[in-house]
């Protein structure tokens, strides 16, 4: 967070050169924000602020949260996930004190977001885009400033732990019911071409996501 203070100002020259001063969160005002989508999380013990001569502010809180994401998972496991994670300062209206403004672009956040990012997770971070509005709340305005932020799930292990065994029973399965083996050998495959079905259906059914309204369709067929 960065914003300045007018009646915050001083001249190096006056007190030894110094530019920049560091003091606790409470000494001074600070723009009050908060995560729309947060379930929980951890803040941190970084309690500081910079002050610099020409009355600049800079606050920088680094914490951890949960949140909520509504998820789409008809096309499981090549699905794109979007999230948002909005921030909002409800205290004080965006028309009389207080207009949230970005200071980076999204391509810049983008490559920064990619360097914290875990590249060898099951998702992969594709984009990132920011958008900035008027909340209106109680008949009054308010800055948000929302980042929408993509991702896209690594579909390798699925396919092989999933797809391939599945599409390997059903080719199994036509080509025992078309070959030239007797009934009773026919009925033997076919039971245990059922078990594995079944042990596949298990599997399936635990690394399905439940938490979306539409079922997948890997799990309507």
């Not at 500081?48 to 008809?74: A, R």
């Not at 956040?109 to 909340?135: A, H, P, R, V």
Request: glycine content about 2%.
């Amino acid at each position: 967070q960065e914003w300045k203070n007018t009646f915050a100002t001083w001249d190096p020259q006056d007190f030894c050169n110094i530019s920049k001063i560091i003091l606790p969160t409470s000494t001074y005002w600070s723009p009050p924000i908060f995560i729309l989508e947060r379930v929980n999380g951890q803040n941190s013990n970084l309690d500081y602020m910079v002050v610099m001569h020409n009355g600049s502010f800079n606050s920088t809180q680094p914490f951890q949260v949960t949140l909520t994401c509504s998820l789409m998972i008809l096309k499981f496991p090549f699905d794109t996930q979007t999230c948002n994670l909005s921030i909002a300062s409800f205290l004080y209206p965006a028309v009389s004190d207080l207009v949230m403004k970005t200071r980076r672009s999204p391509a810049e956040m983008m490559k920064d977001s990619q360097s914290y990012f875990l590249t060898d997770g099951e998702w992969k971070f594709t984009n990132l885009s920011i958008i900035e509005y008027m909340e209106q709340l109680d008949h009054e305005l308010f800055s948000v400033v929302t980042y929408v932020i993509s991702m896209e799930r690594r579909p390798t292990l699925y396919i092989l732990n999933l797809i391939l065994p599945t599409c390997a029973l059903y080719l199994l399965d036509m080509a025992v019911l078309f070959g030239p083996s007797s009934l009773e050998e026919k009925i033997s495959f076919q039971i245990a071409i059922i078990l594995g079905s079944s042990m596949l259906a298990v599997i399936l059914n635990n690394i399905l996501p439940t938490s979306s309204n539409k079922p997948p369709v890997i799990g309507t067929h």
